[in-house]
């Protein structure tokens, strides 16, 4: 049995089915291969991926009996996280439990609430921390607990914050994920962009080298660090060979940041002649013709550009510097490549109203994307937009952790204009706009190309429509 027990915590709102995605949990993975650099034996408990129950969980660590457990728990986790380190304490008062992960880096307080729980937090990028902090309990360092930096614990009563870490500044000096531990063959791409192929993600840069008031990673990363073109072949080239994986998500908040990197991969993915199908997140302002090119060559099916709103004064209330103009430029430009482009949008701003909402829909079917996502924004610690939220009043319910869902399932605020309900009918009503117009239902179906991609639009299809029917018809 492992000394150390990662665990991926489940959510509250059960398996995605056929619309999202499954994904290995990167960030645990690679603090599992830090420490087994470090020569602890190690074991992940991916219960999102094995789709476990809490109570599954429970009976795993009633079986495993770790001595040490550590957590990442994003917001929308936080609770289920919380309640298993406590049953973790139940079952062994002895055990070390730890907490990592965004949630916690931007609020850690909230992990020490109430005492007795989590022994230590650990805030920020954890792979330096967590080795300190492990040689540290197991009475293997020269550093006093108050000397590790980037943690927080109890001490007599009073909470104790240690000096923040910093950042990882050189990302090729960290080891690959380690994919051993995990169930690779439980990983699936969204619903209807799953190709049959055996599927993973893989991370090749962190941070943002830009400021959207809206997100955590912009805010929270400092500045954007990437890791060489050689090393992100060599883990393509470990997925491939190792695990057999034929289709990756490159899940950076931003692939394209330097055009130049990502022609290198993509050459070096051609001159291996790899059968590999990929897809991407960047923003608009990257979509130049000869990376595009490259890209559609070396097998990129998909790229997702975060549009988040339909109107120009919106971009600049978000602090994202690009145009309308802009956005329907990158998006011909990316089809014309044989890429298919989805966009995303935000919904639920804290100035927006219904005009706001109607022109969002409206540029929208405008840009036409082959897939379009529209979310209800969910407030993050740390970012200009909880702050707006806060001070004017509109959340609902902020400790509600378990409605910090992705794609926003339901509101967790209302606007200066309109109620959570209205918020969750605009939503619900974007999607069926877009979505049930002949022309796009026509055109999806003639770039089907096979049966499993007929399959996974299908599913995915019908399981989105009818979540947003539902909204509709809650909110009338």
């Not at 957590?71 to 309640?83: C, K, Q, S, Y």
């Not at 962190?206 to 072949?233: D, H, N, T």
């Not at 490259?294 to 709103?309: F, W």
């Amino acid at each position: 049995m492992p000394d150390v027990l990662c665990v991926v915590s489940p959510f509250g709102y059960g398996p995605l089915n056929s619309i999202g995605p499954k994904c290995p949990n990167l960030g645990i993975g690679m603090l599992a291969a830090v420490l087994e650099e470090a020569r602890y034996d190690v074991g992940v408990l991916d219960c999102f991926g094995l789709e476990l129950t809490k109570e599954d969980v429970i009976r795993q660590l009633k079986e495993q009996k770790p001595s040490i457990i550590l957590i990442g728990a994003v917001t929308a986790n936080m609770r289920i996280g919380m309640e298993l380190l406590s049953a973790a304490k139940r079952l062994n008062p002895e055990v070390i439990t730890v907490i990592g992960g965004p949630h916690v880096t931007g609020n850690p307080e909230s992990a020490l609430t109430p005492p007795g729980i989590v022994d230590y937090v650990v805030m920020g990028e954890a792979e330096e921390t967590i080795v300190e902090l492990l040689a540290y309990i197991k009475g293997n360092s020269p550093l006093q607990k108050h000397e590790i930096k980037g943690i927080m614990y109890f001490e007599n009563g009073q909470r104790i914050r240690t000096p923040d870490r910093g950042i990882v500044k050189k990302l090729d000096r960290l080891p690959m994920p380690a994919y051993h531990l995990f169930p690779m063959e439980r990983y699936h791409s969204y619903g209807w962009l799953n190709l049959g192929r055996k599927f993973s993600t893989m991370s090749t840069s962190r941070g943002c080298p830009f400021k959207c008031s809206f997100c955590q990673s912009s805010w929270e990363a400092v500045y954007w660090r990437q890791r060489s073109a050689e090393k992100v072949f060599e883990e393509i080239r470990l997925l491939y060979e190792r695990y057999g994986v034929r289709h990756i998500y490159f899940q950076d908040d931003d692939f394209c940041a330097n055009p130049d990197r990502v022609i290198a991969i993509c050459r070096m993915i051609k001159e291996a002649k790899l059968d590999l199908a990929w897809e991407c997140l960047t923003r608009v302002t990257q979509a130049k013709e000869d990376m595009l090119k490259e890209m559609a060559e070396a097998g990129c099916r998909t790229i997702l550009y975060g549009v988040e709103t339909g109107y120009e004064e919106g971009f600049k209330r978000i602090n994202k510097p690009i145009s309308l103009q802009m956005v329907i430029g990158a998006v011909r430009r990316t089809q014309e490549h044989g890429i298919l482009v989805r966009t995303s949008y935000i919904m639920g701003f804290p100035w927006e109203g219904e005009k706001e909402m109607r022109e969002t829909i409206r540029f929208a079917k405008k840009v036409d994307a082959d897939l379009t996502y529209f979310n209800i924004i969910n407030p993050y610690p740390g970012t200009p937009i909880y702050d707006e939220i806060v001070s004017k009043g509109l959340f609902l319910d902020p400790e509600n952790f378990d409605n910090h869902i992705i794609h926003g399932t339901d509101p967790m605020i209302r606007t200066e204009k309109l109620t959570a309900k209205q918020v969750r009918y605009w939503v619900g009503r974007a999607v069926l706009e877009f979505y049930l117009r002949p022309s796009f239902l026509l055109r999806r179906l003639f770039k089907v190309r096979s049966w499993q991609e007929f399959k996974a639009n299908f599913a995915g299809g019908n399981d989105l429509l009818l979540l947003s029917l539902k909204k509709v018809l809650a909110s009338s």
